[in-house]
T-cell receptor
Framework: GAVVSQHPSRVICKSGTSVKIECRSL??????MFWYRQFPKQSLMLMAT?????????EQGVEKDKFLINHASLTLSTLTVTSAHPEDSSFYIC????????????FGQGTRLTVV | RKEVEQDPGPFNVPEGATVAFNCTYS??????FFWYRQDCRKEPKLLMS???SGNEDGRFTAQLNRASQYISLLIRDSKLSDSATYLC??????????FGTGTSLTVIP
């Protein structure tokens, strides 16, 4: 099956700093990538939909200035958590769909962010 | 209103039992439906797509009811390895992909 690589898998940062998470589709091109956040024992919450070459679409309640998304190519989307705070500590997962029409989404391995 | 509603459980069932999960969705124009499985601290993995006519994969059966806007997953002859969180996913459009809250299943020896 298709592979989506997410990096880093784990990061610890100081409060006030910014963290960038990368999501790459390794063997297919993804016009659309999705970014999710998951708190312990809760479900995946869609944060934003990233569209190649255009602005991301953010879900209600997600601060676009805090969670910067860039989807500059068909194989790479990045999520930058700016001025991170402890409450941003969470599991962030990206997913991507193959632009050729595959209906399922493939997931990255996730990034566990801890802000201290 | 949430795009997808799912009973979070938890479901604790003995080995060999049959268990069913349901999910309802709000957008009647939704076109694609899936069940994903998520193990603790791992990313979700596709279990099966859900087709209009219903589909089966071994011990797993998925069904879609468009009139009532729900999808279901039936697991027969539960195994210990089936213990996980099961997530229903609804995709109203190509660029929309929404998860239910997930249903936790624990299969007990």
């Amino acid at each position: 099956g298709a592979v989506v690589s997410q990096h880093p898998s784990r990061v610890i940062c100081k409060s006030g700093t910014s963290v960038k998470i990368e999501c790459r589709s390794l063997d297919f091109q993804a016009t659309t990538m999705f970014w999710y956040r998951q708190f312990p024992k809760q479900s995946l919450m869609l944060m934003a939909t990233s569209n190649e070459g255009s602005k991301a679409t953010y879900e209600q309640g997600v601060e676009k200035d805090k969670f910067l998304i860039n989807h500059a190519s068909l194989t790479l989307s990045t999520l930058t958590v700016t001025s991170a705070h402890p409450e941003d500590s969470s599991f962030y997962i990206c997913s991507a769909r193959d632009y050729r029409g595959g209906t399922e989404a493939f997931f990255g391995q996730g990034t566990r962010l801890t802000v201290v | 209103r949430k795009e997808v509603e799912q009973d979070p459980g938890p479901f604790n069932v003995p080995e060999g039992a049959t268990v069913a999960f349901n999910c309802t969705y709000s957008n009647s124009a939704s076109q694609s439906f899936f069940w994903y499985r998520q193990d603790c601290r791992k990313e979700p993995k596709l279990l099966m797509s859900v087709y209009s006519s219903g589909n089966e994969d071994g011990r797993f059966t998925a069904q879609l009811n468009r009139a009532s806007q729900y999808i279901s997953l039936l697991i027969r002859d539960s195994k210990l390895s089936d213990s996980a969180t099961y997530l229903c996913v609804v995709s109203p459009r190509w660029n929309q992909f929404y998860f239910g809250t997930g249903t936790s299943l624990t299969v007990i020896p």
